[in-house]
Protein backbone atom coordinates (compact mmCIF):
# COMPACT_ATOMS: atom_id res chain seq x y z
CA UNK A 1 0.00 0.00 0.00
CA UNK A 2 0.98 3.73 -0.67
CA UNK A 3 1.04 5.77 1.85
CA UNK A 4 0.78 9.52 1.82
CA UNK A 5 1.36 11.43 5.21
CA UNK A 6 0.66 15.08 6.24
CA UNK A 7 1.35 17.38 8.45
CA UNK A 8 1.79 21.22 9.04
CA UNK A 9 -1.69 22.54 9.45
CA UNK A 10 -3.52 24.61 11.58
CA UNK A 11 -4.80 28.05 12.38
CA UNK A 12 -3.25 31.35 10.84
CA UNK A 13 -4.24 35.21 10.85
CA UNK A 14 -4.66 35.85 7.18
CA UNK A 15 -1.26 37.97 5.33
CA UNK A 16 0.68 34.84 7.63
CA UNK A 17 2.72 31.97 6.55
CA UNK A 18 2.33 28.05 6.97
CA UNK A 19 4.47 24.96 5.27
CA UNK A 20 2.28 21.79 4.91
CA UNK A 21 4.69 18.52 4.46
CA UNK A 22 3.86 15.20 3.18
CA UNK A 23 5.89 11.86 3.31
CA UNK A 24 5.37 9.24 0.75
CA UNK A 25 6.01 5.80 1.03
CA UNK A 26 7.36 5.29 -2.66
CA UNK A 27 9.32 7.12 -5.14
CA UNK A 28 9.18 8.30 -8.64
CA UNK A 29 5.75 8.63 -8.32
CA UNK A 30 5.49 11.00 -11.42
CA UNK A 31 2.78 13.98 -9.74
CA UNK A 32 2.87 14.71 -6.53
CA UNK A 33 0.84 17.38 -5.29
CA UNK A 34 -1.93 19.41 -3.38
CA UNK A 35 -5.71 19.36 -3.54
CA UNK A 36 -8.43 21.52 -1.14
CA UNK A 37 -11.51 21.47 -0.50
CA UNK A 38 -13.13 24.27 1.20
CA UNK A 39 -17.32 24.24 2.66
CA UNK A 40 -19.48 24.00 -0.28
CA UNK A 41 -16.57 23.74 -3.02
CA UNK A 42 -15.60 20.83 -4.72
CA UNK A 43 -12.09 19.87 -4.72
CA UNK A 44 -9.50 21.43 -6.61
CA UNK A 45 -5.86 21.56 -7.38
CA UNK A 46 -3.68 23.43 -5.59
CA UNK A 47 0.00 22.56 -7.20
CA UNK A 48 1.65 19.75 -8.85
CA UNK A 49 5.21 18.93 -9.00
CA UNK A 50 6.91 16.19 -11.59
CA UNK A 51 9.77 13.53 -11.07
CA UNK A 52 11.45 16.03 -12.79
CA UNK A 53 10.74 19.05 -11.02
CA UNK A 54 8.48 20.96 -13.31
CA UNK A 55 5.87 22.60 -11.56
CA UNK A 56 2.21 23.96 -12.04
CA UNK A 57 -0.63 26.15 -9.54
CA UNK A 58 -3.86 27.00 -9.52
CA UNK A 59 -4.64 30.03 -10.17
CA UNK A 60 -5.76 31.25 -7.14
CA UNK A 61 -2.79 30.68 -5.30
CA UNK A 62 -0.16 31.44 -7.93
CA UNK A 63 2.24 33.60 -6.70
CA UNK A 64 1.79 32.73 -3.44
CA UNK A 65 2.30 29.64 -3.16
CA UNK A 66 5.46 27.16 -3.61
CA UNK A 67 5.38 23.36 -3.99
CA UNK A 68 8.99 21.43 -3.57
CA UNK A 69 9.67 17.41 -3.49
CA UNK A 70 12.83 15.90 -2.15
CA UNK A 71 13.33 13.17 -4.36
CA UNK A 72 15.75 11.71 -1.69
CA UNK A 73 13.69 11.84 1.12
CA UNK A 74 9.98 10.94 -0.51
CA UNK A 75 8.88 14.42 0.60
CA UNK A 76 6.84 16.97 -0.56
CA UNK A 77 5.88 20.24 0.60
CA UNK A 78 4.07 23.46 -0.14
CA UNK A 79 5.40 26.77 1.47
CA UNK A 80 1.87 29.00 1.71
CA UNK A 81 2.83 32.70 1.88
CA UNK A 82 0.49 35.94 2.28
CA UNK A 83 -2.52 33.52 3.22
CA UNK A 84 -6.11 34.73 2.37
CA UNK A 85 -9.61 33.35 4.34
CA UNK A 86 -10.21 31.96 1.12
CA UNK A 87 -7.42 29.66 1.81
CA UNK A 88 -9.19 27.92 4.67
CA UNK A 89 -9.76 24.50 3.31
CA UNK A 90 -8.63 20.90 4.34
CA UNK A 91 -5.90 20.09 2.26
CA UNK A 92 -4.99 16.47 0.68
CA UNK A 93 -1.14 15.26 -0.21
CA UNK A 94 -1.98 13.60 -3.59
CA UNK A 95 0.10 11.54 -5.92
CA UNK A 96 -0.54 10.75 -9.56
CA UNK A 97 1.22 8.08 -12.29
CA UNK A 98 -0.37 9.93 -15.70
CA UNK A 99 -1.53 13.00 -17.34
CA UNK A 100 -4.97 14.23 -17.23
CA UNK A 101 -6.66 11.67 -14.70
CA UNK A 102 -7.55 12.01 -11.06
CA UNK A 103 -5.07 11.42 -8.55
CA UNK A 104 -4.24 7.93 -7.63
CA UNK A 105 -3.26 8.05 -3.92
CA UNK A 106 -4.81 10.21 -1.48
CA UNK A 107 -3.31 11.42 2.09
CA UNK A 108 -5.79 11.81 5.10
CA UNK A 109 -5.83 15.73 4.84
CA UNK A 110 -5.07 18.41 6.87
CA UNK A 111 -7.14 21.30 7.93
CA UNK A 112 -5.64 24.99 7.06
CA UNK A 113 -7.89 27.52 8.90
CA UNK A 114 -7.09 31.01 7.89
CA UNK A 115 -8.70 33.90 10.18
CA UNK A 116 -8.31 36.82 12.38
Known amino acids: QVQFVESGGGLVQPGGSLQLSCTVS??????LGWYRQAPGKEREVVAT???????NYGDSVKGRFTISRDHAKNTVTLQMNNLKSEDTAVYYC????????????WGQGTQVTVSS
Open 94 to 105: VGIDGWFRPPDY
Open 26 to 31: RSAIFL
Open 49 to 55: ISTYDAT
